[in-house]
C-alpha cells in the first residue's frame, strides 16, 4: 500500500510502473490462473426439466394488500481530523399498496402523480449508529455504543412500534409453545462461552444478567452477536450491511405479529416482499432458524404469502443469461447441482444443501409473460429442500409468482412496483443526502 500525505507537504507515494512483470513472469502464478475454473457460458447450460415448473394462474387474486420493505444507509464523516470520525445513518420504509389500487393505474394510458400519491402509503424509521472513534452515552467503547445503539432502536418509546417485544416473540417461540432458553454465543462483556438466555430472566425492558461470569445487563439484541465484528479501532463499517438485512425482516415479522394478534384471516391478503433474499448473513446467519420455524408454524396454522426478490449478484446475472432457455410462465427451481454447476464455484455433487446456514427460504428463476426474468426466494420447510427442490415444497407459489407479474415496473430491470416505489422514498444517496447529513452531524455534535 502507497503512503499518503497528511500535509500536503509531502508527494504521495505512487506505485511503481514495472513491477507487474514479477507476477507475469512467474510459473507458480502461471499455473494457479489455469488451474482455476470459471462460470460456464449460456452454450454449455443444460436445465433439468424436473425443476422446469409451469404457473398455474389463478381465477381470482386472494392478495389485497401488500407490504415491501427496504432499508438503506450512509455512512459520513462527523471529524475529519485525526482521527478520524464517523457515524451512520440509517432509514427503513415499509410501504404499503393496495392491489386494487395497482390495478387501476395499470389500465390507465397515463400515470398522474396524484395517481402515485394515492397508491403508497409509507412508515419510515430512522436509526443513527456510532460507526468509527464514537462513544454514545458514556459508553466506554465503540462496541459497547453499538450495542446500545441497536438496543435503543429496538426498544421504541411507542408500543406499537417496539420490535424487542417482537424479537422476544419470535426467538421464545412465544406464538406458539413458548421454549424456556436461547443459547448466546458468548457474553459481549466477559467473553464466556455459551451463556443460557432463560426466558423468565428478562425484565419488562427486555435486558438480563444471565451471564454466571459477570452478571452484566445483556440486551435482548445481543443475540444478533454484531457486537463480535465491531472492532473499537478499526470502526463497525463491516456490520452495516448485516444490520440493514436484519432490521429489513423483523420490521416484516413485526407487521406479521401485529396481523396475527389482531386478524390472523388478514394473513390470506396480504403480499410481504423484502428486497433482496429471506436470509440472514455474516454474524446474524443464527437468525434463519427461528424465522424458519415462524415461517413454518405460519403455513400449518394460518397462511403466508411472503417473498424476496433479488436485483443483483452471480443469480440474477445467471438468470439473465438462460432467459431464452425458459418459456414465458415458467420458473425454474434451483438445486445444489445447477447452483454449483452454472452460478457458484464448488463441487456440482456438494452434499450439503446450499445457504443451509444462513437461508431459510430457497431460490428459483422465473420467467413472465411478458418475458422478464426475476431471481425469488420463497421460505421452504427445510433447508435440505435445495437437494430435490419440488413445486409443492413452495407454499402459495402460484399466487405469489403472478402477483410479482403483476407489479412489473419499468422504472428499473425486471423491478416490480413495490420495491421500486419504497428503494425510491427511503434511499440516501451520496448526493445531496450524504453532503446534508454530514453537515447536519457536524452541528449537532458536541
Known amino acids: 500500500m502507497a503512503y499518503s500525505s497528511k500535509t500536503g507537504k509531502r508527494p504521495d507515494e505512487y506505485a511503481s510502473k514495472s513491477s507487474h512483470s514479477h507476477i507475469v513472469n512467474d510459473q507458480d502464478v502461471r499455473e494457479f490462473l489455469s488451474s482455476c475454473e470459471y462460470p460456464k457460458s449460456v452454450e454449455d447450460v443444460v436445465l433439468n426439466q424436473a425443476l422446469v415448473i409451469q404457473l398455474q394462474y389463478p381465477d381470482e387474486n386472494p392478495i389485497e394488500h401488500i407490504i415491501a420493505m427496504d432499508g438503506s444507509y450512509t455512512?459520513?464523516?462527523?471529524?475529519?481530523?485525526?482521527?478520524?470520525?464517523?457515524?451512520?445513518?440509517?432509514?427503513?420504509?415499509?410501504?404499503?399498496?393496495?392491489?386494487?389500487?395497482?390495478?387501476?393505474?395499470?389500465?390507465?394510458?397515463?400515470?398522474?402523480?396524484?395517481?402515485?400519491?394515492?397508491?403508497?402509503?409509507?412508515?419510515?424509521?430512522?436509526?443513527?449508529?456510532?460507526?468509527?472513534?464514537?462513544?454514545?452515552?458514556?459508553?466506554?467503547?465503540?462496541?459497547?455504543?453499538?450495542?446500545?445503539?441497536?438496543?435503543?432502536?429496538?426498544?421504541?418509546?411507542?408500543?406499537?412500534?417496539?420490535?424487542?417485544?417482537?424479537?422476544?416473540?419470535l426467538i421464545y417461540e412465544v406464538y406458539s409453545t413458548p421454549i424456556d432458553t436461547y443459547n448466546l454465543s458468548q457474553c459481549p462483556h466477559c467473553g464466556e462461552r455459551n451463556v443460557s438466555l432463560n426466558r423468565i430472566d428478562f425484565n419488562s425492558d427486555f435486558i438480563s444478567n444471565s451471564c454466571k461470569v459477570c452478571n452484566k445487563d445483556i440486551y435482548?439484541?445481543?443475540?444478533?452477536?454484531?457486537?463480535?465484528?465491531?472492532?473499537?479501532?478499526?470502526?463497525?463499517?463491516?456490520?452495516?450491511?448485516?444490520?440493514?438485512?436484519?432490521?429489513?425482516?423483523?420490521?416484516?415479522?413485526?407487521?406479521?405479529?401485529?396481523?396475527?394478534?389482531?386478524?390472523?384471516?388478514?394473513?390470506?391478503?396480504?403480499?410481504?416482499?423484502?428486497?433482496?433474499?429471506?436470509?440472514?448473513?455474516?454474524?446474524?446467519?443464527?437468525?434463519?432458524?427461528?424465522?424458519?420455524?415462524?415461517?413454518?408454524?405460519?403455513?400449518?396454522?394460518?397462511?403466508?404469502?411472503?417473498?424476496?426478490?433479488?436485483?443483483?449478484?452471480?443469480?440474477?446475472?445467471?438468470?439473465?443469461?438462460?432467459?431464452?432457455?425458459?418459456?414465458?410462465?415458467?420458473?425454474?427451481?434451483?438445486?445444489?447441482?445447477?447452483?454449483?454447476?452454472?452460478?457458484?464455484?464448488?463441487?456440482?455433487?456438494?452434499?450439503?444443501?446450499?445457504?443451509?446456514t444462513s437461508y431459510y427460504s430457497s431460490k428459483l428463476i422465473f420467467k413472465s409473460k411478458d418475458n422478464r426474468m426475476y431471481v425469488i426466494t420463497l421460505p421452504v420447510e427445510s433447508e435440505n429442500i435445495v437437494l430435490n427442490p419440488q413445486k409443492s415444497d413452495f407454499k402459495n407459489i402460484d399466487v405469489i409468482l403472478w402477483n410479482i407479474e403483476k407489479l412489473r415496473c419499468d422504472m428499473y430491470d425486471n423491478a416490480i412496483v413495490p420495491v421500486a416505489l419504497a428503494n425510491k422514498l427511503i434511499s440516501l444517496s451520496n448526493h445531496p443526502s450524504a453532503t446534508i447529513l454530514e453537515k447536519f452531524a457536524k452541528t449537532h455534535a458536541k
Open 75 to 169: 455512512t459520513v464523516p462527523v471529524k475529519k481530523t485525526f482521527p478520524s470520525s464517523q457515524i451512520t445513518f440509517f432509514q427503513f420504509g415499509e410501504l404499503l399498496l393496495n392491489t386494487k389500487d395497482l390495478d387501476n393505474i395499470s389500465e390507465m394510458p397515463f400515470i398522474s402523480r396524484e395517481s402515485m400519491s394515492k397508491l403508497k402509503e409509507l412508515e419510515r424509521s430512522k436509526l443513527v449508529l456510532p460507526t468509527k472513534n464514537v462513544s454514545y452515552k458514556q459508553s466506554l467503547t465503540l462496541t459497547h455504543s453499538v450495542r446500545k445503539s441497536i438496543y435503543e432502536f429496538f426498544k421504541s418509546k411507542d408500543d406499537e412500534k417496539n420490535l424487542l417485544d417482537t424479537l422476544f416473540w
Open 220 to 356: 435482548l439484541t445481543d443475540i444478533f452477536r454484531l457486537h463480535e465484528a465491531v472492532d473499537d479501532e478499526l470502526g463497525a463499517g463491516g456490520i452495516l450491511g448485516y444490520l440493514t438485512n436484519l432490521i429489513e425482516q423483523i420490521n416484516i415479522i413485526h407487521t406479521i405479529k401485529f396481523i396475527k394478534e389482531n386478524k390472523p384471516d388478514l394473513l390470506n391478503r396480504f403480499l410481504f416482499i423484502k428486497d433482496g433474499p429471506l436470509a440472514f448473513f455474516g454474524q446474524t446467519a443464527n437468525m434463519h432458524d427461528p424465522v424458519r420455524k415462524l415461517c413454518n408454524y405460519l403455513f400449518d396454522k394460518y397462511n403466508l404469502f411472503m417473498a424476496g426478490l433479488e436485483k443483483s449478484g452471480a443469480f440474477v446475472e445467471h438468470a439473465d443469461e438462460i432467459k431464452d432457455l425458459l418459456k414465458p410462465g415458467e420458473a425454474l427451481l434451483l438445486d445444489n447441482k445447477h447452483i454449483y454447476s452454472y452460478i457458484l464455484p464448488g463441487p456440482s455433487d456438494n452434499p450439503d444443501p446450499y445457504a443451509r
